[in-house]
């Protein structure tokens, strides 16, 4: 066990809909990251967050939104979703340079 | 920009025989290199990682990892494959300057047959 819970594991939803994603890092882990893994893309580093700030950001849509609590717990927005949306989302959190991941949160758009 | 090669999609070993998973990378200056291992419906999980120092990297579950500034390389090692090893390997590089993320290569499966 990492340490880090995503909530919740499996999502099923139609296109065009709007879902959001939990994740509770670690206790003391300042720094959230979101990934998502797909079959044909791999993991893509979505954003990252350090105590409430966004930090970086890469390969993630406008449609798509995050941001962090001030309890340091985590929530990724989809919205307008895409059959193309359907992936595994990782949260991952840190406190140093190794990233400790969650079990992910399997997104299916139908 | 940095980036990651894993050039094999699948790699078979015989249980009881050495394993190596190829990994190169390319950034603009000093790199941080990790592997990470995850199993079916599972997350990633860390094994080793290159900050500084030695080049062979001792981990995990009997692995290592060697790394080869000339060559750009981080193959991840064991002596001796168990079927329980059978799972999906990610190698991992960030820069060291900067606030860069963690980009991850495509991964490589790993098979161990009895």
């Known amino acids: 066990d990492s340490g880090v819970t995503q909530t919740p594991k499996h999502l099923i939803t139609a296109t065009g809909q709007r879902v959001t994603l939990r994740c509770s890092p670690r206790?003391?882990?300042?720094?959230v990251y979101w990934y998502q893994q797909s079959l044909d893309q791999g993991l893509q580093f979505l954003i990252q967050?350090?105590?409430?700030?966004?930090?970086a950001k890469g390969n993630i849509l406008e449609r798509f939104s995050a941001q962090q609590f001030p309890d340091l717990h985590s929530e990724l927005n989809l919205s307008s979703l895409e059959l193309g949306d359907s992936a595994l989302y990782f949260c991952a959190s840190s406190v140093g340079q190794v990233l400790h991941f969650g079990s992910g949160t399997r997104l299916t758009v139908v | 920009a940095q980036s990651v090669a894993q050039p094999e999609d699948q790699v078979n070993v015989a249980e009881g025989n050495p394993l190596t998973v190829k990994c190169t990378y390319s950034v603009s200056g000093n790199p941080y290199l990790f592997w990470y291992v995850q199993y079916p419906n599972r997350g990633l999980q860390f094994l080793l990682k290159y900050i500084t120092g030695d080049n062979l990297v001792k981990g995990s579950y009997g692995f290592e990892a060697e790394f080869n500034k000339s060559q750009t390389s981080f193959h991840l090692k064991k002596p001796s494959a168990l079927v329980s090893d059978s799972a999906l390997y990610f190698c991992a590089v960030r820069d060291s300057g900067g606030n860069t993320p963690l980009v991850f290569g495509k991964g490589t499966r790993l098979s161990v047959i009895a």
């Open positions: 206790s003391g882990d300042l720094s």
């Open positions: 967050y350090y105590n409430g700030e966004e930090r």
